[in-house]
């Protein structure tokens, strides 16, 4: 028995992957508040992961806990977050927005060019150096995850109530149907 899968180009399996990813932020546990909550946090520390070379990921499971979010929420914003291409879009942009905001040259150590070979030799003053532009970056890729974290709770907040008052409409209509239906066969 051969079965064939039907096979998606790679903008289908965006697609899929965005919508099966919603599915599941609207069917995880806790209140409308909890899981957008948990998804603005999820979406708006995505923008914060290469600028901070993913050390936010140690921060990630603490802020979710103490803000009271959903954390299967804030892993699927997360996760969209990365699907969106966001953060690699967002980085120039960020950049001159970190600028605008903290205008004066970082100046951290020796500026020097980066190599391997110093690095694997012990010398890590070249990570230095690769973090002396970054806070520029930091800082306008900060504000980006707030804006957008913002936006996404209201987005999140607004689909999940909806998508909640459908699903409790269908289950009403369901049960006025069998209701009709059991009505109909003792008559």
Same mark, same amino acid.
């Given at each position: ?73 804030? $892993?699927? @914003?997360? %996760?969209? /977050? ?5 953060? *690699?879009?967002? =980085?120039?942009?960020?950049? +001159? ?13 020796q500026s020097t060019p980066f ?27 900060? $504000?980006? @995850?707030? %804006?957008? /974290? ?5 987005? *999140?907040?607004? =689909?999940?109530?909806?998508? +909640?008052?459908?699903r409790l409409t269908r289950i ?16």
């Amino acid at each position: 028995m051969n079965i064939r899968q039907k096979k998606y180009n790679f903008f289908q399996r965006i697609g899929r992957a965005f919508r099966l990813n919603f599915l599941k932020l609207f069917r995880s546990p806790g209140g409308a508040k909890k899981v957008s909550l948990g998804f603005a946090i999820g979406f708006g520390l995505e923008m914060l992961v290469i600028s901070s070379a993913s050390l936010i990921y140690i921060l990630f499971i603490p802020i979710v806990r103490l803000a009271k979010g959903s954390f299967p929420a804030a $892993i699927i @914003g997360n %996760v969209i /977050g990365k699907l969106t291409f966001l953060p *690699v879009i967002l =980085l120039p942009f960020a950049k +001159k927005l970190g600028k605008a905001v903290f205008p004066l040259k970082v100046q951290i150590g020796q500026s020097t060019p980066f190599s391997f070979e110093k690095l694997l030799h012990g010398d890590f003053s070249v990570i230095i150096s690769i973090l002396h532009g970054g806070v520029h970056v930091l800082i306008g890729m900060t $504000i980006f @995850g707030i %804006v957008l /974290g913002i936006i996404s709770y209201f987005i *999140v907040y607004y =689909l999940y109530e909806k998508q +909640k008052t459908k699903r409790l409409t269908r289950i009403r209509d369901k049960q006025a149907l069998r209701k009709n239906s059991l009505n109909k066969n003792l008559v």
